[in-house]
């Protein structure tokens, strides 16, 4: 379901007194305003089209009803939280839980809704109905080539899908890795996975890239074949340009210093792409911000700095990807949060002072440094990430109407309460 225009611009001028009152406070307070709205409305953040649905963990799934019953719909919600936010312009598809039976049809309804194909992402970490052979050990670090064929094959596939809707990258995602010691030979595993990549590489179009995606451990807990982001690069270094590594917030070990692997990889020209979410013990999959501001603050500091360094278009040149899940919020009202989250640390991180920070790093006035990122993490944003959706059309507060507009009841009502979109 869309919200009818004249709603959101009820739901705006009701507000707007109070956000004109906030909005020139800040814009009174720094410089560079304009520039940060236009920076602000170019950004867009891509859904995954498996956060549609409730979550749930190996424990069990609470779900909230209303939930996407097919592609289309849930291409529509993703309509909605970008006519909501104007931030949300790309939906990431996972194969096979969202496989397109016509392209065609697809791209025309994520085109009404003015949506483009984010990174596809392939699956290789469960067995689907009718598959020959099984993943229990892994796919393209199997001990057998019949397996490692079959991922290889997989993923080409998913690389025909996306092309036909229009989307330029492949994230690949790998569970493989071992669960106790002995179980596997290192070297082997990483040679296979290596060898199955060259192949899946050799399939990408011209102008599409890889991301390589790397997490710490589960489901595997004693090793993981692309376990981390040395890992991923040596994988990324040794498959040649279009072939680079992809940060998932949840996939490190506890207390990694994540933003100064973002600045790293930005450094070699090898950061693809971004999940966001966030987490308190390990790949908890929760709301974007929910955690770890600070952190998050801290990651668009060295992305934005990184960017400007090699001359990057902050908008495109990276995959701006959220991955998220769980089991206690509206999946809708949760994306809406997190969305936001990345906006604010977005224009947090604009407002830093890097002529001023890099002078104090040259003098070693450690607290001058830490003044200068604190001042902007402490500046309240929200009203220009606030005021950049209202002049592209989106609401004041999306939350708020989202909640007065009876959505998520809508949707039960339209959809059944019994309704279970595919995906985690
Ligand atoms: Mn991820």
Request: charged share 15%; hydrophobic share 25%.
């Given at each position: 379901m869309l919200i009818e225009k004249y709603k959101i611009a009820e739901h705006n001028d009701a507000l707007m007194a109070t956000h004109r009152r906030a909005f020139d406070y800040i814009a009174g307070e720094i410089p560079q305003t304009t520039e940060i709205l236009q920076r602000l409305a170019a950004f867009q953040v891509g859904i995954p089209s498996w956060a549609l649905g409730t979550g749930g963990t190996r424990f069990g799934r609470f779900p909230g009803g209303?939930?996407?019953?097919s592609l289309e719909e849930k291409i529509e919600d993703v309509g909605l939280l970008h006519q909501l936010n104007q931030s949300s312009g790309a939906i990431s598809l996972h194969i096979p839980w969202d496989v397109p039976s016509n392209a065609a049809h697809i791209k025309a309804v994520a085109a009404q809704h003015g949506l483009r194909f984010d990174a596809m992402n392939s699956n290789t970490f469960q067995d689907q109905p009718?598959?020959?052979?099984?993943?229990?050990?892994?796919?393209?670090?199997?001990?057998?080539k019949a397996v490692r064929k079959q991922a290889v094959e997989h993923n080409i596939e998913v690389i025909r899908h996306g092309v036909e809707l229009g989307s330029e990258a492949l994230t690949v995602w790998l569970s493989d890795g071992s669960c106790f010691p002995g179980q596997l030979n290192f070297r082997h595993a990483f040679q296979n996975t290596l060898e199955g990549l060259q192949e899946i590489y050799a399939a990408l179009p011209d102008n599409w890239k890889v991301f390589v995606e790397y997490k710490?451990?589960?489901?595997?807990?004693?090793?993981?074949?692309?376990?981390?982001w040395g890992q991923s690069l040596l994988y990324a270094n040794k498959l040649g340009p279009k072939a680079y590594s992809l940060v998932d917030l949840g996939h490190h070990l506890p207390n990694a210093n994540i933003e100064q692997i973002v600045s790293l990889l930005l450094m070699e020209g090898k950061l693809g792409g971004f999940h966001f979410n966030d987490s308190k013990f390990g790949d908890d999959d929760l709301t974007v911000g929910s955690i770890k501001p600070y952190q998050l603050f801290l990651i668009f500091n060295e992305l934005v700095d990184g960017m400007d360094a090699r001359g990057m278009n902050h908008n495109t040149d990276l995959g701006w990807m959220i991955d998220a899940s769980h089991n206690v919020k509206d999946p809708l009202e949760d994306l809406l949060q997190s969305v936001e989250a990345i906006m604010i640390s977005y224009a947090q991180a604009l407002l830093v002072d890097r002529k001023k920070l890099l002078a104090a790093q040259q003098d070693n006035d450690v607290v001058t440094a830490q003044e200068i990122l604190q001042q902007a993490f402490r500046t309240d944003v929200r009203p220009l990430v606030a005021a950049a959706r209202l002049q592209a059309?989106?609401?004041?507060q999306p939350l708020a109407l989202y909640r007065s507009e009876k959505v998520r009841a809508n949707l039960v009502q339209q959809r059944g309460l019994k309704t279970m979109a595919t995906g985690l």
């Open positions: 209303g939930e996407p019953r009718g598959q020959q052979h099984s993943y229990k050990f892994g796919s393209l670090q199997h001990v057998n710490a451990a589960e489901p595997n807990f004693y090793s993981t074949t692309v376990g981390d059309g989106g609401a004041l």
